[in-house]
């Protein structure tokens, strides 16, 4: 029983992706005076008695997301694109799921918790995660909303010390702060809800 967290680089697995990111923060670490770093995307695999679940965000790649556990939507740049799929994300509690690129994660993974309860609890919030605008600081919390967002937020407010957790060395996981300080602003003991039983999926 526990939480695993996992850190892929960027567009692990996909040139084009990795090559924007590595774009951006060439562009943001001019703008810092600093070094450009290495950028991670976070995944979780939590463990309880029902099974193994994959919790991650990813892009919306069709209309089967209860396949994959989804618990939740938002959109991606504006709100108003979230209209179309291709400007949609998705938060996936997948059981059995498969995190794209695992192979690649760097010092990972790291246990977060053994304790069934906190593994329960960061299942059981899921669907209380904020559907903020992907991309956007919409509640001027410093930094941009995002994937990393959604993991921090979700570790936080479990009640685990997500200050102690930092990306490999030389490595940035942008939008992690966001999702703490947004967390922080939240009632000290969120609403729990009972973890709905969901049929098990394979990956292909």
Known sequence: MGIDLYWLPLGAGGNFVRLNGRVY?????????RQACDL???ALQV??????????NTPVVDD?????GVVAEGPVGVRWAGRWRMFRYELRRWRDGAIADIDEAVD?????SGDLSDARHILELMPQMPT?????DELKAGEMWNSNSMISWLIARTGLDVDSIKPPA?????????G???AGREPAVAPRRALRPMPARHAK
């Open 25 to 33: 923060e060439a562009i943001k670490a001019r703008l810092d005076r």
């Open 40 to 42: 991670y995307h976070s």
């Open 47 to 56: 463990y309880v008695p029902e099974g193994r679940y994959v919790v991650e």
């Open 64 to 68: 089967l997301g209860r396949d994959r």
């Open 108 to 112: 990972s993974p790291r246990r977060l």
């Open 132 to 136: 903020l605008v992907w991309g956007r």
């Open 170 to 178: 030389g490595g940035r996981a942008p939008g992690w702060k966001a």
């Open 180 to 182: 703490v300080v947004v």
